[in-house]
């Protein structure tokens, strides 16, 4: 029997693909489910450099000064001034050697990082129990310890990533070619 | 004709350096016979002859092997040092004992583990990983389903981005090699690779990197470049042989071999495809380390080439004049190990040692050399050198790049990161070693 050309071309198709695939199986088990990007929502919690991924809600520092000394004081100290965990204010010159320690306001280049880390990681003892208005205020509040922004300003999604952070062109990437 | 292999008599070849050193060659050359004496490093005191006889333990049954092998009770010193054994709410930090252990792999129970909050006690039969974002369809994985993909296994080392911070002091720390040097660890992972998973959700032309994130309490997350996740990474399952300890992110973590060990992420619960980084807090404040000037480097990534002696080294005091072998680790974020040079007169003449076979990519290489201990000061150096072509600074082109600390820092302290020069270990008359700079 002869196979009809249609079959042949599609055997050899086959074939060709089989030898195209860089991996020695040409299939894996597929048994990744499929699930919808709000049935991650729970989990979806960074926030990128411009504001993506940044929730309803706001803030001022007034807010965020009660906040911060109720549950933020114990461990980063008065306002800001560390404790059994770094500092989070004031700082150094960083030119003033290399063990310069890191402050929001002498390092840290985007102030969204302020608000990603505060809401997925922070109070230690109880991550991820503060509302996004706490976050929005508890950023806020950071934010004017540094002299960064002024008491009256307010921190939702629109106004934090337009925040300019004094170090933001402070850095060198170490290995360009491997950094997209 | 096959001869045996012996390490019982090293074949000389004559000295290769100054101070003592022996030509690598001595381990698999025949020529002249060399004293064949070995001597310890942990000899209490020498031996003597003495009329043998049984001992106690010889003389009855011993105790049955439980299900899960149990060490020595000799060897219950050999343990991690922790730097928050209460889990006080900051870092914890648990460093390998180089100095008590040799060959490649570091034991699961010694593996370092460094720590932001403790290990989450994660039922696997629960855990869920998710691959979403710049995909063509978001995923979720059991680990009931990974454990049907297809596995490797690899050799491979994981270096926190700060181990050997201490090096960075103006004046050598009193510490030994666990102290200095303790957060660096060797292990051969088993897992599914990440590219494999990513082709099945579809990556979107647009994704240039990814977060990896964890299930701990503080949901630790980095971002990484999508083309390091689709050249080597991994999401392992299994350390040497077993299940992934709980430290080291039990079910399952994220391997970026030779990229800093924070990138590894543990108990990995979500990969999120992204066209920018996320500047999660460890790349865009932790792990950037200031320069002499003010500027800082980001997105550091490798774990360059770096080697250190483990034996001898302070702790292992000489056990007078003879042949010792000098012994130690060498490994790379650029590929394999291809030479080590070994010193005894602190950096003047050199002498190549040998490497243990297998030389792996982006693992520990085992370097050894013998060495003719006179009973004289020596000052002992490696120096190792990767395929790629890179070599050890030396600790004064790393302080006049890098710079070093403005003052002494405790040996928990982490002043900068990425130190990878070499490391000084300075014998005294009376065999003592001490870390000095050299």
């Known amino acids: 029997m002869f196979m009809r050309n249609a079959e042949y071309l599609a055997i050899l198709a086959a074939g060709l693909f089989f030898l195209a695939s860089t991996n020695s199986y040409t299939q894996t088990p597929n048994l990744g489910m499929p699930i919808d990007e709000q049935d991650i929502a729970a989990w979806d919690i960074d926030i990128l450099p411009d504001g993506t991924g940044l929730p309803l809600g706001q803030g001022t520092a007034g807010e965020g000064k009660i906040i911060y000394e109720q549950k933020c004081a114990v461990c980063h100290g008065v306002n800001g001034e560390g404790g059994i965990s770094p500092a989070l204010a004031g700082g150094d010159p960083l030119s003033n050697g290399i063990d310069t320690g890191k402050t929001i306001g002498n390092f840290w280049p985007y102030a969204t990082t302020i608000f990603d880390y505060t809401r997925r990681a922070m109070p230690w003892f109880a991550p991820r129990t503060l509302t996004d208005n706490e976050v929005y205020s508890l950023t806020a509040y950071l934010l004017v310890l540094n002299d960064i922004i002024s008491d009256e300003v307010v921190m939702n999604a629109n106004t934090l990533p337009e925040v300019r952070m004094p170090n933001r062109d402070g850095f060198i990437v170490r290995f360009p070619e491997r950094t997209p | ?438």
Not at chain 2, 236 to 249: D, R, S
């Open chain 2, 1 to 438: 004709m096959n001869k045996k292999d012996s390490t019982r008599v090293w074949k000389g070849l004559g000295p290769a350096a100054e101070n003592g050193l022996f030509d690598r060659r001595a381990f698999f050359k025949g020529g002249s016979v060399l004293a064949a004496a070995m001597t310890g490093y942990t000899i209490a005191k020498p031996l003597q002859a003495q009329t043998l006889s049984d001992d106690p333990w010889s003389g009855s049954a011993g105790t049955p092997s439980g299900p899960y092998e149990a060490r020595s009770r000799f060897e219950n010193d050999v343990v991690r040092t922790m730097t928050n054994p209460n889990g006080e709410p900051r870092s914890q930090q648990s460093r390998t004992p180089h100095h008590m252990l040799d060959g490649t792999f570091t034991p699961n129970g010694l593996h370092f583990v460094i720590s932001r909050s403790g290990s989450p006690d994660i039922d696997p039969e629960q855990h869920r990983l998710v691959i979403h974002g710049l995909v063509k369809q978001p995923l979720v994985f059991t680990l009931e389903s990974l454990m049907r993909y297809p596995m490797v296994s690899r050799m491979h080392f994981v270096e926190c981005g700060g181990n050997s911070a201490p090096m960075w002091s103006p004046e050598p720390l009193d510490a030994d090699v666990q102290g200095l040097h303790g957060y660096v660890s060797c292990a051969e992972w088993s897992g599914v690779m990440l590219s494999t998973l990513l082709e099945e959700a579809g990556i979107d032309p647009t994704a240039k990197w990814l977060i990896a994130e964890g299930s701990d309490s503080l949901a630790l997350h980095r971002s990484i470049p999508l083309s390091k996740a689709l050249d080597d990474a991994m999401i392992a399952l299994y350390q040497n042989g077993e299940k992934l300890m709980p430290g080291n992110g039990y079910p399952m973590r994220l391997l970026v071999p030779g990229w800093e060990g924070n990138m590894n992420v543990k108990w990995l619960r979500r990969i999120e495809l992204l066209d920018q980084p996320a500047m999660s807090i460890y790349e865009a404040r932790t792990y950037a380390p200031i320069l002499p000037g003010g500027k800082a480097y980001q997105f550091y990534f490798l774990q360059e080439v770096k080697s250190f002696i483990t034996r001898p080294s302070p702790g292992l005091s000489m056990n007078g004049q003879g042949l010792y072998e000098i012994s130690g680790v060498a490994y790379s974020a650029n590929g394999r190990i291809s030479k080590v040079l070994v010193s005894a007169d602190g950096g003047q003449t050199w002498a190549e040692a040998a490497l243990q076979e297998p030389v792996l990519s982006k693992a520990f290489t085992r370097f050894r050399i013998p060495w003719q201990w006179d009973g004289s000061p020596a000052v002992l150096q490696s120096r190792a050198w990767d395929e790629a072509g890179h070599v050890q600074p030396t600790r004064s082109e790393i302080v006049a790049a890098r710079g070093e600390a403005s003052r002494v820092p405790s040996l928990n302290g982490f002043p900068s990161q990425h130190y990878n020069g070499p490391t000084s270990w300075q014998i005294d008359q009376a065999g003592e070693v001490k870390h000095v700079y050299a």
